[in-house]
């Protein structure tokens, strides 16, 4: 069969970066770090990696015979990857909603961007920070607003005790600290 009726992928649906979708009907909050950073991943891609892998592409192109061209199809493979990547964030900024946790500095009730230390119902300590879903890194402690677990800390405050229900049954969590980043 020709390669010219062949069905390649080229990859058109935005990529997600493994995130997970913002809720119908929800705002895209973000600190303004994760604001910065997401930016700074934009405009890397658009003035340094675009650019540079378009000299390779048009190089290659200039040396003839493009379908046995390493350089060129690989080179075409990683713009459209580039392309959709900058897509993405596109419209994740667009979306965004920043939001800055210093406001809610000294206080004791949980609210976006707070960092919680909380003790379970088996005696585990753990600390989480309640972050955008764009932030998310659970090996860091940093978890989703829209998780189950930030949903039901949000609004109580450093004492309380609140009843978390999940796969594996319910959890009661005491929420021993509540802090937030000091103002610039």
């Known amino acids: 069969m020709n390669k010219a009726f062949v069905k390649e992928s080229d990859g058109d649906e935005d990529d997600d970066g493994g995130l997970p979708p913002i809720p119908p009907g929800a705002k895209n909050y973000i600190t303004p770090q994760g604001y910065q950073r997401i930016r700074e991943e934009l405009l890397q891609l658009i ?3 675009r650019p ?3 000299k390779i592409v048009h190089w290659a192109a200039s040396n003839g015979d493009r379908s046995e061209n390493g350089d060129y199809i690989y080179g075409k493979r990683r713009l459209r990857e580039i392309d959709r990547r900058i897509r993405f964030l ?3 900024l667009d979306l965004a909603e920043v939001v800055d946790p210093s406001i ?3 206080s004791d009730q949980v609210f976006f961007g707070a960092t919680v230390t909380y003790l379970n119902s088996a005696g585990s300590e753990q600390s989480i920070t309640i972050v955008g879903i764009d932030e998310l890194d659970p090996l860091k402690g940093k978890i989703s607003w829209v998780s189950p ?3 039901a800390l949000t609004k109580s405050r450093e ?3 609140i009843t978390l229900t999940t796969p594996a049954g319910v959890d ?3 929420i021993l600290s509540v802090t937030y980043p000091s103002p610039p």
């Open 47 to 49: 003035d340094t990696e």
């Open 52 to 54: 540079e892998v378009v």
């Open 90 to 92: 596109t419209k994740r």
């Open 104 to 106: 809610h500095h000294g």
């Open 149 to 151: 677990v930030a949903r």
């Open 159 to 161: 004492g309380d005790v």
């Open 172 to 174: 009661e969590l005491e």
